[in-house]
């Protein structure tokens, strides 16, 4: 898969978005008081989680393929 430079930076700031809810949502687990909210947020931590996970994985991908699909410098 080859993508341009604007989507790969569109894929790496979306990680970075999902990187900061992923710690707000573990940080509002830790501090709710009331065990129902706290696992809601626990809940969308994981999920928040594999979002950025999965944004990771797609940039794992291009990199290599990318790297294997560049032609050799002369």
Do not use: W
């Not at 700031?13 to 990187?19: A, G, I, R, S, V």
């Not at 696992?39 to 794992?60: A, C, P, T, W």
């Amino acid at each position: 898969m080859i993508l341009s430079e604007k989507e790969m930076a569109a894929i790496k700031d979306l990680q970075t978005q999902e990187k900061t809810c992923v710690e707000k949502y573990a940080r509002y687990s830790k501090e709710a008081k009331d065990p129902v909210l706290a696992n809601l947020f626990e809940q969308i931590h994981r999920e928040e989680q594999k979002h950025y996970d999965s944004l990771g994985q797609v940039l794992m991908i291009v990199t290599a393929s990318s790297t294997v699909l560049r032609p050799p410098m002369i």
